[in-house]
């Protein structure tokens, strides 16, 4: 598959034309190792290497769409990997927006940085997803890209009242994509979606 059909496919599913829009920008070739960039535009995960993967783009859309995003909002990525959905972001919530990634393996995080020059309102921090970043903390939205059996106490903790949180919860084997809304400092479930296999969030 090429961009364009990648796009049209995305279209079909009935996303956003926000969402729609920032695939269309963001050039995914940018964001994966050499010997997998002919592979960019397939509907498919991807290594980037230290074991880690580029979700699939339908993945990462429908947790977009989930998220309920506004222009101007400040969101949090925790495993932000090669910064592919941090750019999505950028696009997403305009130049007021801010976008904050935190990823636990240096060397990703570093490439992803290199990957963002340009992106004036994406910030990526080293260190462990599961504490979040407290000192940008309280956060519109919150997205956990990896694998884990529950969402992070100090996450909720980060998360703005009536914030939404979209994760992959479950085993190893299988997880189910879901949002919460934080409503009275407890997250309420709002939708799930089972049947996605995440890489596990790096301890």
Do not use: W
Not at 34 to 47: M, S, T
Not at 102 to 129: C, F, W
């Amino acid at each position: 598959m090429d961009r364009k059909g990648l796009i049209e496919s995305l279209k079909e599913k009935g996303f956003s034309k926000q969402i729609v829009g920032a695939f269309s920008k963001v050039k995914r070739e940018n964001f994966v190792p050499e010997d997998v960039k002919y592979l960019a535009y397939e509907d498919e995960a991807l290594p980037i290497g230290k074991g880690q993967t580029i979700s699939q783009p339908y993945t990462i859309a429908l947790m977009l769409s989930l998220l309920e995003l506004k222009k101007g909002q400040k969101v949090l990525e925790v495993g932000s990997g090669c910064g592919y959905v941090l750019a999505l972001l950028s696009e997403i919530m305009g130049k007021k927006g801010k976008i904050f990634g935190v990823e636990i393996i240096h060397e990703l995080a570093e490439k992803s940085r290199k990957n963002l020059k340009g992106y004036e309102n994406v910030t990526v921090h080293i260190g462990d997803g599961k504490i979040g970043i407290r000192e940008e903390a309280p956060f519109d939205r919150i997205i956990i890209s990896a694998g884990y059996k529950k969402i992070p106490k100090l996450l909720t903790g980060q998360l703005k009242e009536k914030g939404i949180i979209v994760a992959p919860l479950g085993t190893k084997y299988g997880q189910s994509l879901i949002s919460y809304k934080k409503i009275n400092g407890e997250l309420k479930l709002k939708k799930e979606f089972p049947g996605f296999i995440f890489v596990p969030l790096v301890d």
